[in-house]
């Protein structure tokens, strides 16, 4: 079996991605700080210490590796944008500095390919119309300009034998870990509560699609996806589709909050990973997955 590393595999995308992966027959070692606790992923996996440290020796964490993706990030807890806080400094310095080191020592260590989870907020407030891989990046937020820089570096690492690819993630919906929230569990808890939710869009992916995107990254020919990025998006939604299912299922008599209003906001186009065979689940999948997560909740 093929080895991969995923770094930051026990957070709440990664997890995804290392499920994935253990089911599609990857033998897979989780990177991070500390290993994952009993019972967290399906089946117990290796584990190496692994941090965002431009100044660490992390060389023999690459050894027997075949593929790396590079999944971890650290900021404050719950943001990405604004993640940096009051140190905008180490946040650099981790994400990028960090970030960096890390494709380095995978290409000295012979890894194959490197698949490095960026995000949609690359593109900032940019004019186009719809976001597909073309259009211009203007990150106007820290995090989107981290992000940028990272891709931006393992590109120029791209060469013969080291494959590399980048995919700009929107929001990732799904069942959290075992002793874990998901990512809308305040929401649902507010509107269960009977407390006003205010009108939210915003463009979704499941998380095991998005870990069938990182697939397609190590088995496509290296031609089709060598020193490019991918968009990775699935469904345009706001929080009164959500709730919406929420209250069918729960029977919860709370009013739902406005529909957002959806003029202005900017899809991405997601046809560069569709013609790789990238089928995510759509409008069915997310109605699927609210009423898995409402299961056992109760209106109040």
């Given at each position: 079996?093929?080895?991969?590393?995923?770094?930051?595999?026990?957070?709440?995308?990664?997890?995804?991605?290392?499920?994935?992966?253990?089911?599609?027959g990857y033998k897979v070692t989780v990177g991070g700080r500390s290993?994952?606790?009993?019972?967290?992923?399906?089946?117990?996996?290796?584990?190496?210490?692994?941090?965002?440290?431009?100044?660490?020796?992390?060389?023999?964490?690459?050894?027997?590796?075949?593929?790396?993706?590079?999944?971890?990030?650290?900021?404050?807890?719950?943001?990405?944008?604004?993640?940096?806080?009051?140190?905008?400094?180490?946040?650099?310095?981790?994400?990028?500095?960090?970030?960096?080191?890390?494709?380095?020592?995978?290409?000295?260590?012979?890894?194959?390919?490197?698949?490095?989870?960026?995000?949609?907020?690359?593109?900032?407030?940019?004019?186009?119309?719809?976001?597909?891989?073309?259009?211009?990046?203007?990150?106007?937020?820290?995090?989107?300009?981290?992000?940028?820089?990272?891709?931006?570096?393992?590109?120029?690492?791209?060469?013969?034998?080291?494959?590399?690819?980048?995919?700009?993630?929107?929001?990732?919906?799904?069942?959290?870990?075992?002793?874990?929230?998901?990512?809308?569990?305040?929401?649902?808890?507010?509107?269960?509560?009977?407390?006003?939710?205010a009108p939210r869009i915003g463009t979704e992916v499941?998380?095991?699609?998005?870990?069938?995107?990182?697939?397609?990254?190590?088995?496509?020919?290296?031609?089709?996806?060598?020193?490019?990025?991918?968009?990775?998006?699935?469904?345009?939604?706001?929080?009164?589709?959500?709730?919406?299912?929420?209250?069918?299922?729960?029977?919860?008599?709370?009013?739902?909050?406005?529909?957002?209003?959806?003029?202005?906001?900017?899809?991405?186009?997601?046809?560069?990973?569709?013609?790789?065979?990238?089928?995510?689940?759509?409008?069915?999948?997310?109605?699927?997955?609210?009423?898995?997560?409402?299961?056992?909740?109760?209106?109040?």
């Open positions: 079996m093929t080895r991969v590393l995923v770094s930051g595999g026990t957070g709440y995308v990664g997890r995804f991605i290392v499920e994935h992966l253990l089911a599609s290993p994952p606790a009993n019972g967290y992923l399906s089946q117990a996996v290796p584990h190496v210490p692994l941090r965002l440290d431009p100044d660490a020796d992390q060389l023999a964490a690459f050894d027997d590796v075949y593929y790396f993706v590079h999944a971890a990030f650290e900021h404050v807890e719950g943001k990405y944008r604004g993640g940096e806080g009051h140190d905008p400094e180490g946040f650099r310095r981790a994400n990028l500095d960090g970030t960096v080191r890390l494709f380095e020592e995978a290409r000295a260590a012979g890894v194959r390919r490197s698949v490095f989870l960026s995000s949609r907020a690359v593109y900032g407030e940019t004019a186009s119309p719809v976001l597909d891989e073309t259009s211009p990046a203007e990150p106007d937020a820290l995090y989107g300009q981290v992000k940028l820089a990272a891709e931006d570096a393992l590109k120029a690492t791209t060469g013969h034998g080291f494959v590399t690819a980048s995919l700009r993630v929107t929001g990732v919906y799904g069942r959290a870990g075992p002793g874990r929230k998901h990512k809308w569990s305040g929401l649902f808890a507010d509107y269960l509560a009977g407390k006003p939710v499941h998380g095991d699609d998005l870990a069938e995107a990182v697939r397609l990254m190590l088995e496509t020919d290296a031609a089709k996806v060598s020193g490019k990025v991918f968009n990775v998006s699935d469904v345009l939604t706001d929080n009164r589709e959500i709730l919406s299912v929420l209250q069918s299922t729960t029977g919860c008599p709370h009013p739902l909050p406005p529909t957002a209003e959806r003029s202005g906001f900017k899809v991405m186009s997601t046809d560069r990973l569709r013609a790789l065979g990238w089928l995510p689940g759509g409008s069915e999948r997310l109605a699927a997955t609210i009423r898995e997560l409402a299961g056992g909740v109760r209106s109040s």
